[in-house]
Structures are given as C-alpha cells and as structure tokens.
C-alpha cells in the first residue's frame, strides 16, 4: 500500500545535525514532491520545505534556510531532510508528507510518514 | 506569508451535535483562473499524524464521513461535524497550499 516510513527517535546536542530519512512506497516516489513539516510538543504544524525527487529541486521556508538541506535518492525511494545547528527550540515530531497528485508542489497532504520525534537537549 | 487563523482554540460538543470550526486566511486563496480554494482540513489525534479530511475547501477525501463538510471562499472558511461521534474528539488544523510557504492554523481542540 501507499506508504511513507520514517528513521527513528533521535536525541541530539545543540549544534549538532540531524538527518531524518522517509522511504516511499506503493507508488512513484520520482513523480511526487516530498514534504517535511515538524511539531513542537504541543504545538501546531509547522511546514518546512520540499524536494523534486525527479529533478532535485527544493525549496525550503525562510526560517530553515541555510540550516536545512533536503535530498533523495530515487534508487532507494528515499527522501531525507538533515538540520544542521541544533537548537533546544528543534525539539519536535519531524514529518514527511505526500501531496495528493502528481507533479503538484501545491496541493493537501494525503500521505504522511509516521513522524520522527527529534529531542535536543 | 499567509497567516491562517482558527476559532476557537477549543471546543466541548455534547455527542450528537455540531461542531463547528472557522478558519481565516490573511489573504484570500481562491485561484481566480480555475474559481478553487487552496484550503484543506486535517484531524490530528495523539500520537498520529494529520489526516486529510477535506481539501480544495469542501471536497471530502475517500472515506471521510460525511458528517464532515467544508465550506466557505476567499478568506473564510469552516469545518463543520454535524453529529459529532467519539472518535471525532481530536485536534483540527487548516491549510493553505495557495503559495509557498504553506501554512497551517493553529489547531482547535475538540472534545466532548
């Protein structure tokens, strides 16, 4: 089935980088945008960026970037999102989610992977 | 950026009845050139991820009952549970995907 599974549980230092992994499956991770959104304990969703599996593009929001470097490798369906200079306020549930269609950067969210919990502390 | 802001921040429905969620977006996010808003809703419940309920403002994703609806254009919007169930009790969030950055509310908590 349709399916997006993430790393696990990290725990991290502040400054050091953190690298979450999401395999695609069920479907044709080159033709989807990958998204990572995270959440602070007990906090809202918080959208991060994206990556083109099929070109390597990304974009990412202003507050991430230069901290925040997203890659794939389509051999593996594999999408991964690394944060460099941790801070205590990283601290979340890291996620990776799927856009509805195809070839769209802007549409819902339909798939989500099961969220990766980072602690810096 | 897009700043989506919901109301209330919690909500406590007796089983049965309505709940009602409204969500304002800053800026308006319907696409005049094919008249759809970029708005979704999302139910997160602990431990899980969001799941889409709702998207283009009032289309109800497979499976979603269909005592969820969306409704609403330009700026205003509302997710409405017309009898609300047990299962329903869990936070609801709104989405904009009209412009980079996506953004979301931030959350209204509903309980029984």
């Known amino acids: 089935q349709v399916q997006l599974v993430q790393s696990g549980t990290e725990v991290k230092k502040p400054g050091a980088s953190l690298k979450v992994s999401c395999k695609a499956s069920?479907?044709?991770?080159?033709?989807?945008?990958m998204h990572w959104v995270r959440q602070a304990p007990g906090q809202g969703l918080e959208w991060m960026g994206w990556i083109n599996p099929n070109s390597g593009g990304t974009n990412s929001a202003q507050k991430f970037q230069g901290r925040v470097t997203m890659t794939r490798d389509t051999s593996i369906s594999t999408a991964y999102m690394e944060l460099n200079s941790l801070r205590s306020d990283d601290t979340a549930v890291y996620y990776c989610?799927?856009?509805?269609?195809?070839?769209?950067?802007?549409?819902?969210?339909?798939?989500w992977g099961q969220g990766t919990v980072v602690t810096v502390s | 950026d897009i700043v989506m802001t919901q109301s209330p921040d919690s909500l406590a429905v007796s089983l049965g009845e309505r709940a009602t969620i409204n969500c304002k977006s800053s800026?308006?996010?319907?696409?005049?050139?094919?008249?759809?808003?970029?708005l979704a809703w999302y139910q997160q419940k602990p431990g899980q991820p969001p799941k889409l309920l709702i998207s283009w403002a009032s289309t109800r994703e497979f499976g979603v009952p269909d005592r969820f609806s969306g409704s609403g254009s330009g700026t205003d919007f509302t997710l409405s549970i017309s009898s609300l169930q047990a299962e329903d009790v869990a936070v609801y969030y709104c989405?904009?995907?009209?412009?980079?950055?996506?953004?979301f509310g931030q959350g209204t908590k509903v309980e029984i």
């Open positions: 069920g479907f044709t991770f080159s033709g989807y945008y």
């Open positions: 989405h904009q995907y009209y412009t980079t950055p996506s953004t």
């Open positions: 800026r308006s996010v319907l696409y005049t050139s094919n008249n759809k808003n970029y």
């Open positions: 989610a799927r856009p509805r269609n195809a070839y769209d950067d802007n549409d819902a969210f339909d798939i």
